[in-house]
């Protein structure tokens, strides 16, 4: 590997991390009130989750690059604060991946919340626990396949954007160049080896990450059965 590519491995891998860290943190949230609320128009919420899942990756890294650059409104609010305009910089990225990672870490939470019923809840509060306590000690422990699907989910997807990645960030080694773009970059080259070395590895990342979440889903079924 050349050093631009450990410079894309460290930056895909930091991009990923944060990324699902602010994820779970405002997702789960997020998720608990799509799977509690009984709000008759809650569906167009959760079209707006769901949205990156349908919508080519370029269109929303098009709509993100108006929006932090220069004359968008968080560019601009930047710009204007004395900052610097968010496109083509680490911190842009993360934006994007955090709009299109949002239903990747949302949907298994709220799937997981839903599924645990009711009556768990119903329990705790006639045991006069408090709405923090119930969601803390009843909801979180309940939904835990739900948050390592989640993060697992959250982490692989991250790694292996390319459009919205491109389109926000550029291809600047060092800086916002990740692994999707540098492998890109050595087909475009003829680097067949170096493009094999970056493939082989996400393709053994994301196959390991996915054998975790079946594995634990399993055991944490055989537990509760």
Do not use: C
């Amino acid at each position: 590997m050349m050093q631009a590519d450990f410079d894309a491995l460290w930056i895909t891998l930091k991009l990923a991390g944060l990324t699902t860290l602010i994820l779970l943190v405002l997702g789960t949230p997020l998720a608990w009130w799509l799977a509690q609320t009984r709000w008759r128009f809650k569906f167009f919420i959760e079209a707006i989750v769901a949205l990156p899942l349908v919508l080519p990756p370029t269109v929303l890294g098009f709509y993100l690059l108006i929006a932090l650059g220069p004359h968008g409104p968080l560019g601009g609010l930047m710009i204007w604060l004395g900052g610097q305009s968010l496109a083509f910089t680490f911190a842009g990225l993360v934006i994007g991946s955090v709009f299109y990672t949002l239903p990747f870490v949302v949907q298994p939470l709220q799937n997981a919340f839903a599924a645990m019923g009711s009556r768990p809840l119903e329990v705790a509060a006639t045991l006069r626990a408090s709405p923090m306590d119930r969601f803390l000690t009843i909801a979180v422990p309940l939904a835990r396949p739900g948050f390592l699907t989640a993060a697992v989910l959250g982490f692989a997807h991250t790694v292996g954007e390319f459009g919205v990645v491109l389109m926000i960030g550029g291809n600047i080694p060092g800086e916002t160049q990740v692994l999707s773009i540098a492998i890109y970059d050595h087909v475009e080259a003829l680097e067949y080896g170096h493009a094999h070395w970056l493939s082989g590895g996400l393709l053994l990342l994301s196959f390991l990450l996915l054998i975790s979440v079946y594995a634990f889903n399993k055991r944490f079924s055989v537990l509760r059965s």
